[in-house]
């Protein structure tokens, strides 16, 4: 299928990303009716901030123009929000943007790429498509946790970037702020820490690490966001990276120019402002896993503890099975045996109904 | 200010895209109040497909969920319009995305593409960036037309892709079915041949070439369409391309997931059905062209025939000083200098009020 004779040497044999499937996709499939819950991709189920829908109301009218390629006004917001100069942040489409630029632009073949295992797939994948070499420390605490000793352990001078979710996607579990400092004792100057967080908003733990203080300490840190999770803006691509001024220009050189749509980016900047909907879905999050994890507390099934807007279910045998049930029920889950995680589905939050129907079906199939 | 010691080697020297200049940045710079004309990108002046603009609104509501990875009803919509199967089709963030990612899937360090000079800047930075070597054919015709006979003889076994505009982006000229045909017939069966139409709703003329037959053929052809410019949808990023499916395939393998976004492939699904909108800025475009080089006839300049939505003006003589003077004006038109015409700016059709704002400027400063 793929033309071998054209085809760059290092991609022969490489996979590609696999998304959550969406409600259409699964609709067609299973020939589906009534309501589906997508519980796959860790949207938010309550939607897209008020704000930033009525930015992108207004927008649509200027969309017959080129977005500004240099994003002038959103990188100066996101500075002026994080007390940094504006050459600093990376206006993306999305964080997997800027992870793929990473190995664009500081990768070459051979180089070594760090991480953990069972965490976000792209990291792997940025280092493969460069050509480069992904060394992947196995997680601790059964399985679902980094090993930040470990990881520690394996930086060498050929450590070029290290890469490094938190709290963590798919586990939903987290490193402590000690963890991290004698990791960062650790790191070479030269070495680039690419320090992911996703699912920041939906934190409730005060053992976080600050990434913030080592990048104004003048490390080599750049700080991962995304407006796809609690901000409700997945569909419309949009994230920043903030870190050192040369990072971002080595980003900015290898990037594909305007990268950032004017609809994302008057969507996010708007979203930066609507603290009332990441309160919002901060609590119903909090709420609803709570529910999810008491409903599911008597079943033979292991559940790390979270810190995002989703669950890890570990069922201890192989749940492809699950997956498929699930959808034939109008549930989409996530399989994770992309991840190294076969025996394991990942589910977020849904709206209350789908949450309810989510555990009547789970508990259904787990115990049949 | 780039990370020489991280940086990827053959990113060394290497400079990015450079956009037109966004009409607020040119506020700032000069000060400036009212109305600025940007002439400068080749957008539609007339605005956005209104079903398009429709389609927009409605599909912001849906922003807080993914896109479709697969975009497969956009792919099944342009498979259906050309007769072609989806897997055929690539939904693309803008073409110059598919530009790109040529480069990153099919070439290796050392190998060679070939283009004309003088033509879209894309397809060299594409080459170079993944460290191949770009041949660029010198123009015919005063300089401002691509030599079909020169490129065809310039192929070689190791030619891996041959980038062609047509209408090209900058001169606004094109080469005709006689001279495509005599390159087909010379171009190796394994070589990639680019062929990209972005210009395509503007022609008059009856003598372009026919890409799609060489597609039905069974070529090795890629075909790139926009709906940046008579679409009106340059700020969503969107486009596609069409091609033999094992193509298609190596450019799903190498894109950055959801390239595509929520909103542009609902503006762009319904901006394909809008046929009125495409013939009202076909009319309007013929029409102020017309009187843009009416206008500008009697002046020391030459003007090339176009096909497009623009005009190149050669001055005959450093144009750099025209660039400045017409932007203090309100007035954004692109310099050529990057693209091997320092004595050339590039002036797309405006709203009539500023195509006579720009003949009255542009005629005072040529004539001083």
């Known amino acids: 299928m793929l ?34 819950a997508k519980l796959a991709s860790n949207e938010n189920p309550l939607g897209t901030s008020p704000k930033a829908m009525e930015a992108m109301c207004e927008a649509v009218k200027g969309v017959y123009l080129y977005p500004d390629d240099n994003a002038y006004y959103f990188r100066n917001k996101v500075a002026a929000r994080y007390g940094v100069e504006w050459e600093q942040v990376y206006a993306a489409a999305g964080s997997v943007e800027v992870i793929e630029l990473c190995g664009q632009a500081f990768l070459n073949p051979g180089d070594v790429v760090l991480t953990s295992e069972r965490t976000f797939a792209m990291y792997q994948l940025a280092a493969m498509k460069a050509g480069a070499r992904c060394v992947q420390i196995p997680m601790i605490d059964g399985g679902y946790r980094y090993d930040m000793a470990g990881i ?7 450590t070029k970037i290290v890469f490094l979710a938190n709290p963590t996607n798919p586990t939903g579990t987290w490193f402590t702020s000690e963890e991290f400092d004698a990791f960062m004792e650790k790191v070479p100057e ?3 820490v690419v ?8 934190v409730t733990t005060d053992d976080m690490p600050d990434p913030w203080k080592y990048l104004k300490a003048g490390r080599r840190i750049l ?3 995304t407006f796809s999770k609690a901000y409700g803006l997945a569909g419309v691509r949009g994230g920043y990276a903030v870190g050192p001024k040369d990072i971002v220009a080595g980003l900015m050189l290898v990037r594909i120019p305007f990268n950032m749509n004017v609809v994302s980016m ?30 599911l507390k008597d079943l033979p099934v292991v559940i790390p503890p979270t810190q ?19 959808q034939k029920k109008g549930i989409i889950v996530r399989p994770m045996g992309g991840n190294g995680l076969p025996n394991a589905i ?11 129907h989510f555990v009547e079906v789970f508990r259904r199939l787990i115990l049949s």
């Open 3 to 36: 033309p071998k004779d054209l085809l760059r040497e290092q991609l022969c044999g490489f996979k590609p990303y696999v998304a959550g499937r969406p409600i259409e996709e699964v609709r067609r499939e299973y020939g589906l009716e009534g309501r589906i």
């Open 152 to 158: 520690t352990a394996a930086l060498n001078e050929k």
């Open 190 to 192: 030269s070495t680039l």
């Open 195 to 202: 320090y992911d967080c996703a699912y920041d908003e939906f």
């Open 223 to 225: 700080i991962l966001k």
């Open 266 to 295: 008057a969507a996010c900047m708007a979203a930066l402002d609507d603290e009332e909907f990441v309160q919002k879905s901060y609590e119903f999050t909090k709420q609803e896993l709570a529910f999810l994890i008491e409903s």
């Open 308 to 326: 995002t807007n989703f669950i890890l279910i570990d069922t201890q045998k192989d749940s492809k099975w699950l997956f498929e049930e699930l």
């Open 346 to 356: 990942r589910v977020n939050v849904g709206l209350h109904e789908d949450n309810v």
